[in-house]
T-cell receptor
Framework: DTGVSQNPRHKITKRGQNVTFRCDPI?????LYWYRQTLGQGPEFLTY????????KSRLLSDRFSAERPKGSFSTLEIQRTEQGDSAMYLC???FGQGPETQYFGPGTRLLVL | GESVGLHLPTLSVQEGDNSIINCAYS??????FIWYKQESGKGPQFIID?????DKRQGQRVTVLLNKTVKHLSLQIAATQPGDSAVYFC?????????????FGKGTHLIIQP
């Protein structure tokens, strides 16, 4: 399968714990995006990378959130000191090019904070 | 900032009929528009996109119409099938605004009646 992959698919954690999610984009896609989606809502943009550079962060991305893409391929999203309000689906997308190109989404990681 | 509005949270159609899903956006500088389909437990799946220099684009059984005057976008699905049941999101981007994250609407749940 050459689509965007995300791991784990599901994560249950206790409030206050740290969690890390991984995204593997479509091969050769230079742009990688993270979104968050809560029940009944559309995805909300969090941040994006062009190659290894993080070019934009949404105000939704609090200081407890950090994302990396060290080699310009896969990316990780870490949430520190999780809160119940962090419970959501975390989606990764990738695209190729310099301008507005189609973003292809992965299956998401569903996080539940107890 | 950009906001993307929803016309109907739910749309119920008979199998074989045509479906029309509508979307409104607020930023007149938006220049890239995408429709996604999301099935339960899955990530958004790309359906069709259109750029602001066009007002209509057709795919297989789908047509997207863009009316920049009233900032309105629609997705038409011909001969609706049971597999079309999903939540449909429109997403918009202002590529010149320095932000490459898509802004999504809340989605329309398309229900196919047998």
């Amino acid at each position: 399968d050459t689509g965007v992959s995300q791991n784990p698919r599901h994560k249950i954690t206790k409030r206050g714990q740290n969690v890390t999610f991984r995204c593997d984009p479509i091969s050769e896609h230079n742009r990688l995006y993270w979104y968050r989606q809560t029940l009944g809502q559309g995805p909300e943009f969090l941040t994006y990378f062009q190659n290894e550079a993080q070019l934009e962060k949404s105000r939704l991305l609090s200081d407890r959130f950090s994302a990396e893409r060290p080699k310009g391929s896969f990316s990780t999203l870490e949430i520190q000191r999780t809160e119940q309000g962090d419970s959501a689906m975390y989606l990764c997308a990738s695209s190729f090019g310099q301008g507005p190109e189609t973003q292809y989404f992965g299956p998401g990681t569903r996080l539940l904070v107890l | 900032g950009e906001s993307v509005g929803l016309h109907l949270p739910t749309l119920s159609v008979q199998e074989g009929d045509n479906s029309i899903i509508n979307c409104a956006y607020s930023n007149s500088a938006s220049d890239y528009f995408i429709w996604y389909k999301q099935e339960s437990g899955k990530g958004p799946q790309f359906i069709i996109d259109i750029r602001s220099n066009m007002d209509k684009r057709q795919g297989q059984r789908v047509t997207v119409l863009l009316n920049k005057t009233v900032k309105h976008l629609s997705l038409q699905i011909a001969a609706t099938q049971p597999g079309d049941s999903a939540v449909y999101f429109c997403a918009v981007l202002d590529s010149g605004g320095g932000a490459d994250g898509l802004t999504f609407g809340k989605g329309t749940h398309l229900i196919i009646q047998p």
